[in-house]
């Protein structure tokens, strides 16, 4: 920052005051266990508090080790003024919540109150736990196991979020039926309003100084206005992204639209329940609601395949799925004229009236935006061309489809959302730039001409690491390639002794790579235990990999980012390929199609940019604190042979190079007579 920007500071703020609290004998260091000052992270709080004195926006890169949180945090509490943290993942929530904040509000001595805040899902419901427990309409033992410990834990808890009750996993099934969604919550209508968590919760966030929420959430309620950060906004005075990356994926995610073959059974099911139970007179409600099911069900039927993504140009107009969406179409307009009669017979028939035509005019919604008539106004034109910016595509799984309406760029709805008071934003992460450059970042959220920062990592990369791309391997695209990655990964894996994470950039690769593993480890006797991506959640598999020791995990794209595993119990990571986007997704495609009118090259300047940045995540899972040392095998071997290969190993640490498999091994076998030559 330049002098000039430092005198324009609001009184409180100033550089001395930050070096002070970072310095070696500053507050964090008093007062943290094995804190050490580091100059990037204290020229990073600088940074951020400018911004926070002169209500400014700050993109802030800072290299794995730096200590973002608390370079952040720091200012944040004490001059932040009512401020939004929102992170990557719910993980990272509550570590923030449970954990930094806390600690940073201890040391500091700062007089904030914390909030945690996440979407309506995750907190029981009142109304719904006391339906289903009356209904009984449960399927498996299993799930009525968890209904009896979601019934107790209703009685003990204070916050009604669902992470406080790890018996249950998340993805247990029962909370669905236990939880709300802006569908089927009666909101003050509810004869439990006044004891609602999410109600409560939204009430501690609006008193709160720090409220924490996550980029999901941000969104959702940017898009739905349903999750209570609408009524946030206004007051917070600096709002802060970490796990920044993410932001262009999930803003995406939630300025579309999505209709699901699901979200018309659950309505389905709800129409029959409310119907039998305060209508039963009113309508033949099973014989009503069979066609709009088995509508539903053969929407899905009209792609035998088992996993489909295709844009809407792409469907044969001969195909079975367009008089498919019709037939749905009529089914849901007699559900509905029904439901019209009705619904003045029970505030639940109500409310199943309002979602059933709410979800047939998206349905209605989904189709190719009418060309402009040649006599329109250039308003009308306008109009045309920007509900033109988006693409429709389907999206079938084995047991729903979905339909998609995804715009092309997020950066002016983002804008929009930037616009009015003036606050401070604050974007942050390890991995935003391409080896210096915030273009690609910058781009897609529209962030044009707002200062970029980059603070390097303070490892050293060249002695704690090696960057290992093996001799031979075949094209990524050859049928072989996978067998390939695990016979040339094998002999690095028995040097490492185990202690592995093997990153696929496909399911099919994982699976694939598992039975291969399994069979080699068993016919070589090797001692590795196996940890594999789907046979437990995320947390209990890396719990399970740090207690091993010297296992091996195999996972995709949620075990590239937000993961940490520090010391001895990881020591080499294996990816297969560099991590570009499938050419077949449809909003890559159209987005592509889109640049290359404007006469950009769609690969440069998109595809590239976007799989540096993921790979950066996956390289990033190696070296964690300055004692990590460890060998980041990459197997592709585009990195070399294709002229773009430089521009990505350029945009990695600064790793110690070889293509040689004995320096990998002698690396290795100096880590593990190391301890020795110290007796």
Same mark, same amino acid.
């Given at each position: 920052?330049?002098?000039?920007? %430092? ?13 002070? /609290? ?14 050490? $000052? ?7 709080? *600088? ?7 002169? %209500?400014?926006? #700050? ?22 003024? *009512? ?10 929530? =509550? ?8 600690? /940073? ?28 427990? %009356? ?7 299993? !799930? ?8 107790? &834990? ?54 709160? !100084? ?10 959702? +309620?940017?898009?739905?206005? !349903? ?14 992204? +970490? ?28 129409? #029959? ?7 039963? =007179?009113?309508?033949?409600?099973? *014989? ?9 069900? =053969? ?22 799925? &367009? ?6 179409? !009529? ?25 059933? /035509? +709410? ?29 033109? +910016? ?21 950066? $002016? ?107 080699? &480890?068993? %016919? ?28 091996? #995990? ?21 990816? =297969? ?45 190696? /070296?964690?604190?300055?004692?990590? *040392? ?36 002698? &690396? ?12």
């Amino acid at each position: 920052m330049t002098e000039q920007t %430092q005198e324009t500071n609001a009184p409180g703020i100033h550089d001395d005051e930050v070096e002070q /609290i970072f310095g070696l004998t500053g507050a964090l260091s008093t007062s943290i266990k094995g804190y050490r $000052p580091r100059q990037a992270q204290t020229e990073m709080a *600088k940074a951020i508090a400018s911004a926070i004195s002169g %209500q400014k926006t #700050l993109l802030a890169e800072a290299g794995t080790g730096t200590g973002k949180t608390y370079a952040y945090l720091t200012p944040a509490l004490l001059w932040g003024g *009512k401020v939004i943290v929102s992170t990557g993942t719910k993980n990272l929530q =509550d570590q923030l919540f449970l954990r930094d904040i806390p600690m /940073i509000k201890k040391v500091l001595k700062a007089p904030v109150s914390i909030a945690l805040l996440k979407g309506r899902a995750n907190y029981l419901c009142h109304f719904h736990l006391e339906r289903t427990l %009356q209904n009984g309409r449960l399927t498996s033992r299993e !799930d009525v196991g968890y209904l009896r410990d979601i019934s107790r &834990f209703m009685k003990t808890t204070s916050s009604g979020d669902k992470a406080e009750l790890a018996r249950v996993p998340e993805t247990a099934s029962v909370w669905n039926l236990v939880t709300s969604t802006k569908d089927t919550c009666m909101g003050s209508e509810c004869q439990y309003y006044q004891d609602c968590f999410v109600m409560k919760a939204r009430k501690e966030a609006q008193q709160a !100084d720090v409220v924490v929420v996550n980029h999901h959430l941000f969104f959702a +309620d940017v898009a739905l206005k !349903d999750t209570g950060i609408a009524e946030l906004l206004p007051s917070a005075n600096t709002v802060i992204f +970490d796990e920044a990356h993410q932001l262009p994926d999930t803003a995406t995610l939630f300025f579309g639209e999505t209709i699901s073959t699901l979200q018309v059974l659950e309505l389905c099911r709800d129409v #029959l329940a409310e119907g039998l139970s305060h209508a039963r =007179d009113g309508a033949e409600w099973a *014989k009503l609601v069979a066609p709009v099911e088995r509508a539903a069900r =053969d929407l899905r039927l009209a792609f035998p395949q088992d996993v489909v993504r295709l844009s809407l140009s792409q469907i044969a107009p001969s195909s079975e799925f &367009f008089p498919a969406l019709e037939t749905l179409k !009529d089914a849901m307009d007699d559900m509905i004229a029904v439901l019209e009669k009705q619904a003045v017979r029970a505030e639940t028939l109500e409310q199943c009236r309002v979602r059933a /035509i +709410d979800l047939n005019s998206k349905i209605n919604d989904w189709k190719e935006p009418e060309p402009p008539k040649s006599n329109s106004t250039k308003a009308g034109v306008a109009d045309k061309l920007e509900k033109a +910016d988006y693409v429709l595509w389907v999206e079938a799984f084995s047991t729903s489809l979905q339909l998609h309406r995804t715009p092309l760029s997020i950066a $002016p709805i983002f804008n929009k959302q930037r616009e009015g008071v003036p606050r401070t934003w604050i974007f942050t992460s390890a991995t935003m730039a391409v080896k210096n450059d915030f273009t690609h970042f910058v781009s897609q959220m529209g962030l044009w001409n707002e200062p970029a920062r980059t603070w390097p990592s303070p490892f050293n990369y060249a002695e704690q690491g090696i960057l290992y791309v093996p001799e031979g391997m075949p094209q990524p695209n050859s049928r072989e390639y996978t067998d390939a990655v695990v016979d040339a990964a094998l002999p690095v894996i028995e040097a490492a002794g185990g202690k592995t994470f093997l990153l696929c950039t496909t399911i099919k690769a994982v699976k694939h790579c598992a039975e291969r593993l399994r069979e080699e &480890f068993q %016919q070589r006797d090797l001692p590795f235990p196996l940890f594999v991506q789907g046979d437990a959640g995320r947390t209990e598999l890396l719990d399970r990999f740090r207690a091993a020791g010297n296992g091996v #995990l195999i996972g995709s794209q949620s075990f590239w980012e937000g993961v940490d595993v520090r010391g001895d119990a990881l020591s080499l990571v294996v990816i =297969d390929k560099l991590p570009f986007s499938p050419p077949d997704d449809p909003v890559l495609a159209a987005r592509i199609e889109a640049m290359e009118k404007k006469g950009l090259n769609g690969f440069v300047h998109h595809q590239l940019p976007e799989a540096i940045i993921n790979l950066k995540q996956g390289a990033g899972r190696l /070296i964690r604190d300055e004692t990590d *040392k460890g060998v980041l095998m990459l197997c592709d071997p585009r990195l070399i042979s294709k002229p773009y290969g430089k521009r990505i190993w350029q945009s990695l640490p600064a790793f110690t190079r070889t293509r040689e498999l004995s320096v990998v091994q002698d &690396f290795f076998k100096r880590l593990v007579d190391a301890p020795k030559l110290v007796e």
